[in-house]
């Protein structure tokens, strides 16, 4: 399967029915309308959006942002330390827009929600042990480095027992 029907595939079975999903090039990633808006915005590029109704809800990953989600799942076995802290970020960033389809608006109900879901994600995905951990420390540092308003009244993460990793999240969501 290819890499962005992969994709579209999980994103699927988390929503519950089909959303459309896609990968623009850099090129027309960095023209977006959106992309330019949202960065005006919030002061910083997000690496994905979903566009809740006109003229459809679908969800737009960054170049980023794809890579590593479509790496993930194509090839959810690898263990590298450095790839699954980055695919673990990319994971949430996909759980968070899948939400945005469902409906919720918010971005803390998008976040919370999407940090609920991790672990049964992972599983969806086949992801245990070790590797699961990598991609839960990832995630956990995405959230942590969010801005305060996408984390108010979330529970405390467990996300699969992630380690408490100190670095900086590489990627940032709208
Ligand atoms: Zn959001």
Redesign the pocket.
């Known amino acids: 399967m290819q890499a962005l029907a992969a994709l579209a595939a999980f994103v699927a079975s988390v929503v519950g029915h089909p959303v459309p999903v896609s990968c623009p090039s850099p090129s027309v990633w960095a023209s977006d309308a959106a992309v330019v808006a949202d960065t005006a915005l919030y002061g910083f590029e997000p690496a ?3 566009t809740l109704a006109s003229p459809r809800v679908e969800i737009v990953l960054g170049p980023a942002a794809c890579t590593y989600a479509s790496l993930l799942v194509t090839q959810p076995a690898p263990e590298d330390p450095q790839a699954e802290f980055v695919e673990g970020q990319a994971l949430l960033l996909v759980l ?2 899948s ?2 389809a469902l409906g919720f ?3 803390a109900d ?2 919370c929600r999407a940090v609920a879901r991790f672990p049964d994600a992972m599983a969806r995905l086949g992801v245990t042990g070790r590797h699961a951990r990598g991609l839960a420390a990832g995630a956990l540092a995405y959230h942590r480095s969010m801005p305060a308003y ?1 984390r108010t009244g979330c529970e405390q993460p467990d996300l699969a027992g992630a380690d408490r990793a100190p670095q900086r999240a590489a990627i940032r ?2």
């Open positions: 994905a959006y979903t968070h827009e939400e945005h608006a918010g971005e998008a976040e996408y969501a709208v």
